[in-house]
């Protein structure tokens, strides 16, 4: 019985030493945490979708509160709004950045870019695009096994059973970026949001050559140049055979969309510029010549008649 105490008691002196042991190394390597930080976390939108570039919104408050130029920092699921709320109460300056939306730049359905071979492996993107270029002639195209789909945490993405092509809902899309990240074809983009959702972009990233391009997809961009030339903002540049619209330069004209021969230029939430009726030629008008003048008739004299002109009476000769 006695051992069975002093075992309990040295036990609990043992406990005892080791609790007070560990509060005073607490106490010296703790580390005071500056408490706007929970008010800044308390700000932002709390989706730790990681779209900021940092693990959660715990560590873009951290960053907030310790940087003193917070320009290069954006929470995309929060926007200007939250950004504009946080650098308030810290009294920094936020930069100003307008929404965007995930945008998938392929135009390769079903119809215009045939399945060559059927994929049996892992149904993932990342799987089959390390294995080979896909189920079709198009390396460069997506893949359509949804990987962008799994990691949307806003239910922003879903595939289309008929087009085999992702379609993202621009209301819910927040940019968080994570789907960008997921595709390994590198056909997502992050772009600027037009009011009503308008958009207009190349859905090609083929750096093929124009005959390639139409061997493996019939809505590829073939690098013909019309539309560069068309544009009057200069939106458009051209390179490795491919056209790209820059959004923050796009006026959303549409003059483009009817240039593009593939139908590789997309047009969302507006109509196509209705075409200009072919003019016929005018035809010069030939106007007739006034007749000319009949020549003025001379005055006709007519001669006395020989009865009016009779000999001198002899009269006349007598008195001479």
């Known amino acids: 019985m006695e051992v069975l105490l002093y075992t309990i008691l040295t036990l609990c002196v043992l406990g005892v030493l080791s609790a007070v042991i560990l509060y005073f190394v607490a106490q010296k390597f703790k580390v005071e945490e500056d408490p706007r930080i929970d008010e800044v976390e308390k700000m932002l939108p709390g989706a730790n979708c990681g779209g900021c570039g940092f693990a959660g919104c715990r560590a873009m408050a951290e960053a907030l509160v310790k940087n003193d130029d917070i320009s290069s920092l954006f929470c995309p699921v929060g926007g200007a709004a939250t950004m504009k709320c946080a650098a308030s109460y810290l009294g920094k300056t936020a930069a100003e950045k307008g929404p965007q939306v995930a945008t998938v730049r392929c135009g390769g359905t079903c ?27 198009c390396a460069f195209g997506c893949v359509g096994l949804g990987d962008c789909v799994d990691v949307c945490a806003f239910d922003a993405l879903h595939l289309n059973p008929q087009t085999g092509l992702p379609e993202v809902d621009p209301d819910k899309c927040t940019a968080c970026g994570a789907c960008v990240k997921a595709c390994p074809k590198g056909i997502i983009e992050l772009r600027k949001k037009f009011p009503k959702n308008r958009a207009v972009y190349v859905s090609c990233v083929s750096k093929e050559k124009g005959a390639a391009v139409m061997k493996a997809c019939k809505a590829g961009c073939i690098g013909c140049g019309k539309c560069v030339k068309t544009c009057p ?11 790209y619209i820059d959004s923050e330069k796009c006026k959303l004209c549409r003059k483009c969309v009817a240039e593009c021969p593939t139908g590789a230029i997309k047009l969302v939430g507006m109509d196509p510029l209705p075409k200009a009726p072919k003019v016929a030629p005018a035809t010069p008008k030939v106007v007739a010549a006034a007749p000319a003048a009949a020549p003025a008739a001379k005055p006709e004299v007519k001669a006395a008649p020989e009865a009016e002109v009779k000999a001198a009476p002899a009269s006349e000769k007598k008195a001479e």
């Open 111 to 137: 119809e215009k870019r045939p399945h060559t071979n059927e994929y049996n492996g892992a149904r993932s993107c990342a799987v089959a695009a390390s294995l080979y270029v896909g189920e079709t002639g």
């Open 233 to 243: 903002f200069g939106a458009i540049t051209l390179v490795d055979n491919v056209a």
